[in-house]
């Protein structure tokens, strides 16, 4: 069993940044795959990045690419997204995920991650 909590979301300008934490439990967080997801009001639950178990691999979705940065430290069970050059377009609820792989695959379907997290607000002021 795996608990999720992420922390960082709040308001900001475009063009600000932010960096979103999740912290997780348990001792098994580097046999995780990692990844964060994102849902606006009225709208589906999106795939934002995903990061391996060993943080070497990394994914990013068209729309944040080169915007967003995910990383992990698994000596403090937490994975980060930092998210620069904000647009209004990204205010969601954003959730952490975890999935246990230890492969190279990059899961970028929200029913391939067993475990999520409450979210967290992002929202970004025009």
């Known amino acids: 069993q795996v608990q999720l909590v992420e922390s960082g979301g709040g308001l900001v300008q475009a063009g600000g940044s932010l960096r979103l934490s999740c912290a997780a439990s348990?001792?098994?967080?580097?046999?995780?795959?990692m990844g964060w997801f994102r849902q606006a009001p009225g709208k589906e639950r999106e795939f934002v990045s995903t990061?391996?178990?060993?943080?070497?691999?990394?994914y990013y979705a068209d729309s944040v690419k080169g915007r967003f940065a995910i990383s992990r430290d698994n000596a403090k069970n937490t994975v980060y997204l930092q998210m620069n050059s904000l647009k209004p377009e990204d205010t969601a609820v954003y959730y952490c995920?975890?999935?246990?792989?230890?492969?190279?695959?990059?899961?970028?379907?929200?029913?391939?991650?067993?475990?999520w997290g409450q979210g967290t607000q992002v929202t970004v002021s025009s």
């Open positions: 995920a975890a999935r246990y792989y230890t492969g190279t695959y990059y899961a970028r379907t929200w029913s391939e991650y067993d475990y």
């Open positions: 348990g001792r098994t967080f580097s046999s995780y795959a």
């Open positions: 990061i391996t178990w060993s943080g070497a691999g990394t």
